[in-house]
């Protein structure tokens, strides 16, 4: 049987840098063991773009789909890792970088690469399903949202705010499932990526 290599690409929910202007996020004691409470229980405060996480389309269209309303296989199978150089990446990087079709790819940038509309619309031409990246947002905080607004436009999904520190180039598949928030315009998830995949459907 192949050794399978499973890789953490996702980044704490408390510990991570804020895009600015989001609310910071808080985890408080609601029942403590020993405090009059036989069991523990705590309060999670926190903006649904904190850490890692996927945008729905309701993030920037107020009649767009929610995050409840994406279909799992979105965030789940083969997928792409390309590194990318620091800055807006064009259509015409588009065009060197990536493959012709690609059902999902992650963008290896340390944090500093961002998305140019040209390249949206590349990428969404390409049949790309879901577009990660290791920024806080795929955009620069001072952009328009005009590369958001088209690949959500186009239903791609967005998973922001991944670590691919411990992560080379090539091909894995992919786990990064939001959890179900209904009705809401973006959702935190725990992203792995599986190195040596084995599949089986139980059948003979």
């Not at 996702?10 to 895009?19: A, F, P, T």
């Not at 990318?84 to 588009?94: E, Y």
């Not at 999902?104 to 040209?118: A, C, D, E, N, Y």
């Not at 001072?142 to 080379?168: M, Q, T, W």
């Amino acid at each position: 049987m192949p050794s399978i290599e499973i890789i953490d690409i996702s980044r704490g929910i408390l510990s991570s840098e804020l895009y600015p202007g989001d609310p910071e996020a808080r985890i408080e004691k609601y029942r403590e063991i020993g405090k009059g409470s036989a069991y523990n229980l705590s309060k999670l405060t926190t903006g649904l773009h904190n850490g890692t996480h996927v945008d729905a389309p309701l993030h920037f269209f107020s009649d767009g789909s929610s995050i409840d309303e994406i279909g799992l296989e979105t965030f789940i199978g083969p997928c792409t890792v390309i590194e990318t150089p620091a800055g807006l990446l064009t259509g015409a990087d588009v065009e060197k970088l990536f493959p012709r079709v690609c059902d999902r790819v992650l963008l290896k940038g340390k944090g500093r690469t961002f998305i140019h509309p040209s390249a949206a619309s590349e990428i969404a031409f390409r049949g790309c399903k879901l577009l990660g990246i290791d920024s806080l947002s795929i955009e620069p905080t001072d952009s328009d949202g005009s590369a958001h607004r088209f690949l959500l436009g186009e239903n791609v999904a967005l998973l922001e705010g991944l670590n691919l520190s411990n992560v080379n180039e090539g091909e894995y598949f992919l786990t990064a499932q939001p959890i179900l928030v209904e009705g809401a315009e973006a959702a935190m998830c725990r992203a792995a990526l599986i190195k040596g995949h084995i599949f089986w459907s139980g059948s003979r």
